[in-house]
């Protein structure tokens, strides 16, 4: 069987065809000679199978979609709290090439506006380090981000560095206010070689899906970023990513996004999927105007919205019951605080009748740090009472079962 995803994208790719406006970044010697008729999507599960449509194979240059990925280099060499104390955390309202600082402090207000880009681009690496190390440092980490070497579009990058007088100035200023200390020229060129590796559609969606798979590669299964530092970026991006539009993008698309004047827009929603979407004309916040309405169309017809969500963990008591004189409770699926407090309320409400209970986890997909501490609880609390607790994980999701003072339960 051909499984219909694909068709589904390439359907949607060809209802926003017809839509011609916007303007390429003709500011850009290198972008305004993209060719404004390419367009494409992709779309990875965290499972790491990709489907795509149009020109999703098609290479541009990643721009400031760059931004999130440095980001997250930045916490992880640093840590958040050095990171904030030079790049705050808040929405501009503003453009993204405004010199956008708060008062007082003269931080840059998000990461994800050339002002804050550029203060995160010099925490990159060592201090001292050149605007070479930087790229090559951050081109290793795309890599592995993409699950395929990269590069540098040199073309690309000469034609930003001659042009690039507002961030130059942007820089100097950042200077000037001692948010960064390297040479501003060298910043800005560094900069410039970050927003100009080279991508495609398929990678950014693998990118933005190892961000969606909370750091982890969904075809190596290796951890890439940290979890906490997976949050932040999400969290920054869905607040800021899309600059001034913002938050009707959030209101209407509701998924954390970020977008690069090459046409280049990504999505990463938590648990399920990175999307990517490709089309060099842009509307007047600098988004793609056909990327925009992809993304959009995905949201609606697929149900992604963030906020659009159904119970959690509803449905997390399988059953329960009696087998072979034991008490045996079947949970299922992922096991979070809202799935765990069911189990827990219904273990209140109808305590075991039997002396022995099975907690049976066969069809349990992941325990979460909670779900496994409330879980453990609830067979501690039934040892207490005076039942003998046995545990069924086939799959290994509650390793390492501790009930408390090193008590473990019987493993069937």
Known sequence: ????????????????????????????????????????????????????AGDADAEFTIQSMSKPFAYAAA????????????????????????????????????????????????????????????????????????????????????????????????????????????????????????CSI?????????????????????TTGERVVARPIVRQVLSVMATAGMYDEAGEWFTEVGIPAKSGVAGGILGALPGQVGLAAFSPRLNEHGNSVRGTALLRRLSDDMGLHLMDAEAIGSRALRGSGM?????????????????AEIVLNRLVQSPPSESDVVFDLSRVGMVNDIGRRMVLEA???????????????????????????????TIL
């Open 1 to 52: 069987m051909k499984t219909p995803i694909s068709d589904y994208l390439a359907e949607i790719v060809e209802s926003v065809r017809a839509d011609d406006s916007g303007e390429v970044a003709s500011y850009i010697p290198a972008l305004a000679e993209a060719d404004p008729e390419q367009l494409g999507v992709a779309l990875t599960t965290v499972s790491g199978r990709t489907y795509t």
């Open 198 to 218: 080279l991508v495609s559609t398929r990678d950014i969606a693998m990118m933005a899906a190892v961000l969606a798979a909370g750091g982890v590669s969904p």
């Open 379 to 409: 067979m501690r609390r039934l040892r207490l009472d005076g039942h003998e607790i046995f545990l069924r994980d086939p799959e290994g999701v509650l390793p390492d079962p501790d009930m408390g003072d090193g008590v473990l339960p």
């Open 75 to 194: 916490l992880w060499e640093h840590g958040a709290d050095e990171v904030e104390k030079i790049v705050g955390i808040e929405p501009s309202g503003e453009a993204f090439n405004e010199l956008s600082l708060e008062s007082g402090t003269h931080r840059p207000k998000n990461p994800m506006i050339n002002v804050g880009a550029l203060a995160i681009h010099q925490m990159i690496g060592n201090p001292g380090d050149s605007w070479e190390l930087r790229r090559d440092k951050l081109l290793e980490f795309f890599s592995a981000l993409a699950g395929r070497p990269l590069c540098v579009d040199e073309d690309a990058f000469e034609s930003e560095v001659g042009s690039a007088h507002r961030n130059l100035a942007i820089a100097h200023m950042l200077a000037a206010y001692d948010m960064i200390d390297t040479d501003p020229d060298d910043v800005v060129r560094g900069y410039t070689a970050q």
């Open 323 to 339: 087998l072979e004189g034991r008490s045996v409770i079947e949970l299922q699926g992922p096991m979070n605080f809202t799935a």
